[in-house]
């Protein structure tokens, strides 16, 4: 899975997703807006973690980078959902009442830049 470098509007994240799954990337598109908005900001994140974590597409690819990155999405996808609905039921507040979502997606999009320098050596 790879960033769109000719489908894309400002990363290709949707594009690239859009051409791998075989579903029209505006839909795509519309569909993380709408999360954005509902998730209070961590579909943002979550497309800018995958703008970090998908390589750009090119000519040459290997089988071992499409797999790690396939993988590398799936696990920021159950993550940022996973938050999501953890703050949706009031799960990551602290005994004091601190909340622990942004905290968790800040970690989450650190881990995501370590992850991408494992994939690209």
């Known amino acids: 899975m790879n960033r769109s470098f000719t489908n894309r509007v400002f990363g290709g994240v949707c594009g690239g997703i859009g051409e791998t799954l075989r579903i029209n990337p505006w839909i795509l598109r519309i569909f993380m807006v709408l999360f954005a908005f509902a ?60 909340d622990l979502y942004y905290p968790i997606l800040f970690m989450a999009f650190s881990l995501v830049f370590l992850l991408r320098q494992v994939v690209r050596s």
């Open 39 to 98: 998730s209070l900001g961590a579909g943002l994140l979550m497309y800018m973690m995958l703008w970090i974590a998908l390589p750009q597409e090119s000519l040459i690819e290997s089988a071992r980078s499409n797999a790690l990155s396939f993988l590398l999405f799936i696990a920021i996808l159950i993550v940022m959902i996973g938050t999501w609905f953890a703050k949706i039921g009031n799960q990551l507040n602290t005994d004091t009442g601190q």
